[in-house]
């Protein structure tokens, strides 16, 4: 069995300039997730399985960045994969490609790693690829957090006539959080995929076949200056109760 990691970082991060290199405890922020890569590498090898990681970036800082720490690649992003509108989804499946007809294989999953949302363990990894690899009709499982908020009960858009109303509304009547059904936050730390979900085009990580991964310690991933003083805090300080 054959395993991609894909790393995917563009360089023009504008909430956060120069977010992908920019350091957190003295280490540039991608060298989380390719750390992280490599020990599930090694987990991988010692189940007989064969895994290869992969980056993809548009740019040359970063992949110099990326050398640095280990991850060296000859491909270069294209500059249509490398803009704010640019599917992740059409961006990994062809960084999956490239790797398919340099190394000669297929692969039968593939993982994506986002340098943005590092607060993700070993464990992590293991047990959401438990899941799936015991899963046949499942295509990809994808990185949750229990969530805050609730489109059932305290989540609210603007409707047409100018005035807001819940974001779903359910069949019946909700007044309490704790009646509401039980939803979760994509915190967008880690996606495996299956061969099929690439082969049956699908467009979106949220498909008709999904499954999630809940994760029992804090994640978030990396929006605003604040979110990065925010997590920088957590780990440079010691305050994470689990290692990344």
Known sequence: MNILVTICARGGSKGIPHKN???IANKPLIAYSINTAYNFAKY???QGFHLDVALS???IEIKKTADHFGLKTEYLRPEYLATDSASKIETIEHL???HENVNNKKYDYTLDLDVSSPLRTLEDLKEAFGLILNDDKAVNIFSV????KSPYFNMVEKKENGYYHL?????????TRQSSPIVY???ASFYFYKQDFFINKYKSAITDKSLIYLMKHQCFDLDTIEDFEYMSFLIENNKLNFAI
């Open 21 to 23: 290199i920019k350091k």
């Open 44 to 46: 991988i090898n010692q």
């Open 57 to 59: 970036t548009d740019d």
């Open 96 to 98: 999956l490609e490239y």
């Open 145 to 148: 957090s229990n969530a805050h």
């Open 167 to 175: 974001v779903s509304v359910p069949s019946q009547n909700i007044y």
């Open 185 to 187: 936050e994509m915190n």
